[in-house]
């Protein structure tokens, strides 16, 4: 599941008015989209279409501009990421030691590929490249957190944890 179309988008009261008191500063100034966006980003964690054309209709910038700008960025996402986002380095010291067979057994277990997040929002998976922790190779993030030095076995255990929590 990795289009936004698999989300409903909910929007929290707090969320509406940090957007809107964003839009407010922001709308006339020249140079509003990119901090306009990345404001939108901070706020509900990705871009939905509702959230692009609200922008677009208050600061009065085509949808296409957004859209445009949003994808050539790579800090920008259209997909909700889960509480977890989980990366598996596949540089080249991280593979050769079996992240390539970590990254399939995440993706059978959490029923997803990489670049998806589940359905219930809990795991976002993803596959980067180094992340300059050769040393530590095989190596993943759990959001800010890594691990290193992992076996599958020892990858699974750690997936194991956050499965767990609530």
Not at 106 to 117: V, W
């Amino acid at each position: 599941m990795s289009t936004d179309a698999a989300f409903e988008f909910i929007e929290t009261e707090s969320q509406r008015q940090e957007f809107q008191a964003c839009v407010e500063e922001l709308r006339g100034q020249r140079g509003a989209q990119m901090p306009a966006l990345q404001e939108a980003q901070r706020i509900y964690g990705y871009l939905p279409i509702q959230i692009m054309k609200r922008l677009s209709k208050e600061l009065a910038l085509s949808l296409e501009e957004l859209y445009s700008t949003a994808t050539f960025y790579a800090q920008f996402t259209f997909v909700p990421k889960g509480d977890y986002t989980i990366s598996v380095c596949m540089g080249t010291a991280c593979y050769v030691k079996g992240a390539g067979d970590i990254l399939e057994s995440f993706s059978t277990e959490l029923n997803i590929e990489s670049g998806e997040t589940t359905a219930n929002r809990k795991f976002t998976l993803e596959s980067c490249r180094c992340i300059g922790a050769c040393g530590l190779a095989p190596v993943l993030t759990v959001n800010e957190e890594v691990y290193g030095r992992l076996s599958k076995k020892k990858a699974d255990k750690i997936l194991v944890t956050y499965l767990n929590r609530n």
